[in-house]
């Protein structure tokens, strides 16, 4: 199984920024303890800053342009940060893959400020999960493993 894990603008400060909202670890820093826990599963790990950038990894991992290559995931786990709350072309992106999203967030969205209260992605994501800190990407990881 192959799964890719696509975190999106200020995630790589993860351990610096707001640690009593996102906690005091990096996302690097964990990414080994999911490789551990699933042997089986190959991981790729992608973070940007720049929306085109996301939705290019998307379409070169899920979409029919991955199949040309040979390189399509069997899933892919998405905490879009910040974008999640603006993003139509990140929606359209999601619609247009082939393999199922889950969208994540380490804090629970819903207990914070009301804009962030409405994700234009989860329409497209086959799930959510979010509130669980670094944990949430285990239980998306979990959702695909169990989907397949």
């Given at each position: 199984m192959k799964i890719l894990i696509l975190n999106g603008p200020n995630l790589n400060l993860l351990g610096k920024r707001e640690p009593g909202i996102?906690?005091?670890?990096?996302?690097?820093?964990?990414?080994?303890?999911?490789?551990?826990?699933?042997?089986?599963?190959?991981f790729d790990y992608y973070q940007s800053n720049i929306e085109g950038e996301m939705i290019d990894k998307l379409q070169q991992t899920g979409s029919y342009l991955?199949?040309?290559n040979g390189g399509i995931?069997?899933?892919i786990v998405l905490n879009a940060g910040a974008y999640t709350h603006t993003s139509v072309a990140l929606h359209d992106c999601i619609r247009s893959l082939q393999c199922p999203v889950i969208e994540v967030h380490i804090s629970n969205v819903h207990?914070?400020?009301?804009?962030?209260?409405?994700s234009y992605l989860s329409p497209a994501c086959k799930g959510v999960i979010c509130g669980f800190g670094l944990d949430s990407y285990r239980l998306a990881v979990e959702a695909l493993i169990e989907a397949n």
């Open positions: 996102y906690g005091d670890s990096s996302f690097e820093s964990y990414l080994p303890k999911l490789k551990t826990r699933y042997p089986n599963v190959e991955a199949e040309q995931y069997d899933g207990q914070r400020e009301d804009f962030r209260h409405h």
